[in-house]
C-alpha cells in the first residue's frame, strides 16, 4: 500500500506541473503564431511525444533511476501536459465550422508529427545512453 501511495504522490506532483506547463505553452504558441489553427495544442503534443520518447529509451534501456520518475514525468507530468481532449475538441470544433480541409490537417499533422517527434525523442535518448536500443 506504501508503494502505491508513493506512486500516487509522484503523479500528483508530475500533473500539477505538467498543466500550467500546457497552459503556459499552449498560450505562449497562440499568441504568437495565431489561433486560426491549434497550433499551440500541436506544439505540446509534438513536444509532449518527444519527451516520452526520450523516456521510453531510457526505461527500455535500463537507466531509467527509478519507477518514481516515470510516475513523475510520463503518468504525471506529460499526461498532463499532453492534449489528446483538447485535439479532439478543436478538430471538431472545425468540422462543425466547416472547416474540414483544417480539421483533416489538424488530424494528419498530429499524426506525422508526433509519431515522428516520439521517434526522434527515442533515437536521441538512446543515443545519449550510448545504447542501441
Known sequence: MKEILEGLVWVILGSAIGGPARYFVSGLVGRH????????????????????GLFAAAAIGGTLPTPAAWQFAVTGFLGSYTTVSSFSVQTLALVRDGQFLRAGGNVI???VLCLSAVALGYAAGSTMLGAGV
Do not use: K
Not at 33 to 52: D, H, K, L, R, Y
Open 33 to 52: 503564431i495565431g489561433e486560426t489553427f491549434p497550433w499551440g495544442t500541436m506544439a505540446i503534443n509534438v513536444s509532449g511525444a518527444f519527451v516520452i
Open 109 to 111: 499533422l498530429s499524426l
